[in-house]
């Protein structure tokens, strides 16, 4: 579970979060929904430590992240993945060495051990065989999928995903997405994930936080985001007239 | 206040750079690929810029001297193994380096910093300033003087076929030049320079890519300011440590 706290944050004049709480709960697919613009991004990387709040504290099974020195925070790190938007993965290094990284620098396993686990992820994100391939050879999809691998090498307890389905077809988009909800269930993970992909809410929103204007506009289930028919949420999520026109008159 | 921002920045940059590693074995590994790269990737430039500042310094030289007359033209060997330690083989290689392993090394760091590569270092856990820019400058400061060594021995090389080839003077001649007033403090004082100098060319660009922000056409800015900024260090500092090192 990870509490965030009432999250400020500015960048120079413009105050992009004016104090957020919210709690991610374990085993689950937390979501952060919201516009462009809107902090979804600035909101995930304070949870991690990539961007320090002004005010507020990010608290992660009871452990305040956020009052923690940088060797404090590496044990927390280390239950931490994330899968960045565009996969973030190592040019310079190849598919294997990639999601080998992590148990390199932080484990003591021999090298066949390792190898054993790169393979398990790359199997359990279906690119078996792909372990001498490097990024550049890859498909934004494929990227993905091995950004989710190395994100998962160290068994994190905690997952978190920017955008996974950004510059995605639909049909891959509900790969990845099933992907991590699978992953997510499997290892018990406090899985938080941005986007403003519809099909994920309705797909794997167990619990959706929905960002606007700097504030938590608006919390609840994939169920409860259905039973909305106005204001701010239901112009986002039904952002065409014929989708609005669709949803108000199935209501009748 | 935006210059009194970069040189804190710097700074800290670098104390960050040499904290202690965490896992050695990954530090020195990333170290070993950097001198590779650095090294074997400037071989051959460096090579034939050097080859040729040598021929040429010998021809011009040679020419001058000539048509002064008052001087043996066995002097020209002394002359040129003087110039390339203490000026040519130097500040021309840095230059040069400046311009590529710089390039290099800011269009390298952008890129991770706008893919978001060095974040996911971050999250990881790993001390990214150690990690990426600390190898870099100890790869630098090893393959530097290297090269700088080679660049010597190719430039009196190049200056023994110019001057033949142009009639200035004989083998035997240069040779004996080569011999003469030699100076340990020379070699000592291009050393000193070797080693400053690699450090600027690695750390300012490591400098300038680390912190891009923004996209694409950012990285090349920074290229180019990383270029730019390290070249006018390097003159500065060649300058500095010829006027206290070699000055009365
Ligand atoms: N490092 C930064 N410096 C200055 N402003 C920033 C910085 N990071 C984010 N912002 C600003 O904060 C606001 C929120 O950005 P953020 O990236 O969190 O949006 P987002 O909800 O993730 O949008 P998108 O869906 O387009 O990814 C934007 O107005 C952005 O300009
Ligand atoms: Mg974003």
Redesign the interface.
């Known amino acids: 579970m990870i509490e965030i706290k009432n999250i400020k944050k500015s960048f120079g004049e413009q105050q992009v979060l004016k104090g957020i709480s919210a709690v991610f709960k374990e085993g689950k697919c937390n979501l952060i929904i919201g516009k462009s613009g809107s902090g979804k991004t600035v909101t995930l990387?304070t949870m991690?430590?990539?961007v320090e709040p002004d005010e507020g504290e990010v608290v992660y099974d009871g452990r305040s992240f956020t009052k923690m020195n940088?060797k404090e925070?590496?044990f927390i790190?280390?239950e931490?993945g994330?899968l960045?938007?565009?996969g973030?993965?190592?040019?310079s290094m190849t598919v294997e060495d990639n999601i080998r990284?992590?148990l390199?620098?932080?484990t003591g396993m021999t090298l066949a051990e390792k190898t054993e686990q790169v393979n398990i992820c790359l199997k359990r994100v279906n690119m078996v065989n792909t372990n001498k391939k490097y990024p550049g050879e890859l498909s934004g999809g494929m990227k993905k999928r091995v950004g989710i691998a190395r994100a998962i090498v160290l068994n994190p307890k905690y997952l978190f995903c920017d955008e996974p389905n950004s510059g995605l077809d639909p049909k891959t988009s509900l790969v990845i997405d099933e992907l991590i909800q699978h992953i997510t269930e499997e290892y018990q993970m406090t899985t938080v994930i941005n986007t403003h992909d519809m099909n994920s809410v309705m797909g794997i929103g167990d619990h959706v936080v929905f960002l606007h204007e700097g504030y938590k506009y608006w919390e609840g289930n994939r169920e409860e985001i259905m039973q909305i028919t106005e204001g701010e949420l239901f112009d986002f999520i039904f952002a065409s007239d014929f989708l609005k026109n669709l949803r108000r008159n199935a209501k009748v | 206040m935006k210059f009194l921002d970069d040189i804190g920045g710097y700074l800290i940059m670098i104390r960050h750079a040499f904290s202690r590693p965490e896992k050695t074995a990954m530090y020195s590994k990333e170290t070993f690929r950097q001198m590779v790269d650095i090294g074997i990737g400037s071989l051959s430039i460096v090579a034939i810029i050097s080859t040729f500042i040598g021929a040429v310094t010998a021809v011009q030289f040679s020419y001058q001297l000539k048509s002064i007359g008052l001087v043996p033209m066995w002097w020209m060997g002394s002359i040129v193994r003087k110039g390339l330690i203490l000026e040519l083989a130097p500040t021309i290689t840095s230059l040069l380096l400046a311009g590529k392993v710089g390039s290099n090394i800011a269009t390298e760091l952008g890129s991770m910093r706008i893919s978001e590569q060095i974040d996911a270092y971050e999250i990881m856990g790993v001390n990214t300033r150690s990690y990426l820019v600390g190898p870099k400058i100890l790869a630098a400061v090893v393959v530097v003087p290297m090269l700088i060594v080679m660049a010597v021995a190719l430039g009196i090389l190049g200056g023994w076929a110019g001057g033949v080839l142009g009639h200035f003077f004989t083998t035997a001649e240069y040779v004996r030049g080569l011999q003469d007033n030699m100076k340990n403090w020379d070699v000592t004082v291009m050393f000193i320079k070797c080693v400053f100098f690699a450090f600027i060319i690695a750390s300012i660009p490591c400098y300038k890519g680390y912190n891009v922000s923004g996209g694409a056409l950012e990285i090349g800015r920074a290229s180019t300011q990383a270029v730019v900024l390290t070249s006018i260090m390097l003159v500065i500092v060649n300058f500095f440590i010829a006027f206290f090192l070699l000055g009365e």
Do not use: E, T, W, Y
């Not at chain 1, 973030?88 to 040019?91: G, I, P, S, V």
């Open positions: 990387k991690v430590g990539l940088f925070r590496k790190r280390r931490i994330m960045f938007q565009g973030a993965l190592f040019d990284f992590p390199d620098m932080f």
